[in-house]
């Protein structure tokens, strides 16, 4: 089935228009469904046959008054149910425009009406988790909480200075204490951000090493799949070969690329031009090392020294045949700090905990997290950072025990800034631009 859902205070009327049922739509008690033939108001012509919900303002999506037409789902059936209700004097929707007549009816706020959008265009599991949790309200919770502690200190502070022969002077612990609390919320949030960019973004991880340590075999092993060619040939890999996965929820790029060597073969040059690029651009290096090779030769040094202040995981692989404590030891030492994991690309061994490594790498939570909110908005995140630092400045001025008002006047900017997430202080220009990118299917 297909749904077309009318909104508005004529919903009752047109959906009269375009469905027949034994009682009108005005009638139809609340929450309710009905057997109705849907109808071309022009014609006549009994189109489909379906359901109407009916849902009675406030107590609906929009808080309008809202009808749901059920068709069958056909695009040529559902496409003439909506065209009806244009001809019954419905007018189109634009992209957004019932959440945001949701968020104006106080139905939702801002982050939540940009929650529904998220949790429809979520690329994975984790993703739409995250959503999910906006739109039951954690994030604007954590804000809100954030957004009491300041408004607490605001009232101490101006009584002060409205009533400073009764308040007294500004208590600046107790007003500090305020700040920090709220900061502290704050901070719990924008730690979540990079991750959350990730889950919405996605990233690229490129896997970079000498030839024929194994980097196709990690890619395919990882993978599932046997994209990239492997043979015991030194040099197979000669261009990038890029596959997607799927790493606790974020959406990867894995690149595959030409083993690191000097070579005359102009082709192979080429591709090492390339597998150094990758490298450079990538978010997340795998660098791969082979066990059987018993100790780091000259270019695995040099490789492990590119992963200076990288996002970055040693692989060391051919677990299988040979013992790879030595290697992992070494690497260890070496890897400026990146964790070293020994693998099997053959056997598959040591693969779970090389994604375990890259997810936390990146950021990933564990299970024990997963309720709390998780910001994934480039809006959100920038929002949040205005008002740590506003915070900071606060607390900074009551250390060197200037003026209140100076401390009032960035909390105030603090707050300002938080309820740009939620909708209380944003404009209305980026309000309307918000709903204006929601796009379904996208
Ligand atoms: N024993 C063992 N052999 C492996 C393992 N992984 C790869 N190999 C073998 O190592 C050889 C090279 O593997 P590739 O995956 O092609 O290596 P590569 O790093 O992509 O090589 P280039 O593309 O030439 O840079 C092949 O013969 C593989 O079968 C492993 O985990 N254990
Ligand atoms: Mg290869």
Redesign the pocket.
């Known amino acids: 089935v297909g749904i077309v859902r009318l909104s508005g205070p004529d919903a009752f009327a047109i959906a009269d228009r375009v469905t027949r049922g034994r009682i009108p739509a005005g009638r139809q008690p609340t929450h309710t469904l009905r057997r109705v033939h849907i109808v071309d108001p022009g014609t006549g012509e009994e189109i489909d046959d379906g359901l109407r919900a009916i849902f009675r303002s406030p107590h609906t999506f929009t808080g309008e008054q809202v009808v749901e037409i059920q068709g069958h789902g056909g695009g040529v059936n559902l496409t003439r149910v909506f065209a009806a209700c244009l001809a019954a004097g419905a007018r189109a929707a634009k992209p957004g425009e019932l959440s945001e007549r949701a968020f104006a009816n106080g139905r939702m706020d801002l982050a939540q009406a940009e929650a529904v959008a998220a949790l429809v265009s979520a690329g994975t599991v984790e993703a739409q988790r995250a959503a999910r949790r906006q739109l039951g309200g954690e994030l604007s919770r954590a804000v809100r909480e954030a957004g009491d502690h300041i408004k607490a200190s605001l009232a101490r502070i101006e009584a002060s200075i409205d009533f400073p022969e009764d308040v007294g002077e500004v208590d600046a612990e107790a007003v500090t204490a305020s700040l920090a609390a709220a900061r502290s919320v704050i901070d719990r949030l924008l730690g979540t951000a990079a991750y959350g960019r990730r889950l919405r973004e996605g990233v690229t991880v490129a896997l970079v090493?000498?030839?024929?340590?194994?980097?196709?075999?990690?890619l395919n092993a990882l993978s599932g799949t046997d994209r990239?060619?492997?043979?015991?040939?030194?040099?197979?890999?000669r261009d990038v070969v890029e596959e997607a996965l799927n790493l606790h929820g974020i959406p990867v790029r894995a690149l595959?690329t030409?083993?690191l060597r000097e070579t005359t073969d102009p082709v192979e040059q080429i591709g090492v031009e390339r597998a150094r690029r990758a490298a450079s651009d990538a978010d997340v290096i795998i660098a791969?090392l082979d066990a059987?090779s018993g100790s780091l030769t000259p270019d695995d040094h040099a490789l492990l020294e590119t992963l200076s202040g990288r996002n970055a995981v040693v692989a060391v692989?051919?677990?299988?045949?040979a013992d790879a404590s030595p290697i992992t030891e070494s690497a260890r030492a070496a890897a400026f700090g990146a964790p070293v994991v020994a693998?099997?690309?053959?056997?598959g061994s040591g693969l779970d905990h090389l994604a375990a490594t890259m997810a936390a790498v990146l950021g990933a939570r564990k299970d024990e997290g997963a309720d709390a909110p998780l910001v994934t908005s480039a809006r959100h995140e920038d929002a949040l950072r205005r008002a740590s630092a506003a915070l900071g400045q606060a607390i900074g001025t009551l250390t060197v025990a200037l003026p209140a008002e100076l401390v009032a006047v960035d909390a105030h900017g603090a707050l300002q800034a938080l309820g740009e997430i939620t909708g209380e202080t944003a404009r209305e220009e980026i309000i309307a631009g918000i709903f204006a990118t929601f796009c379904i299917g996208k």
């Open positions: 090493g000498r030839p024929n340590v194994g980097k196709s075999s990690l990239a060619i492997v043979t015991p040939i030194p040099g197979t890999t595959d030409a083993g791969v059987t692989n051919k677990a299988d045949a693998v099997s690309a053959r056997h």
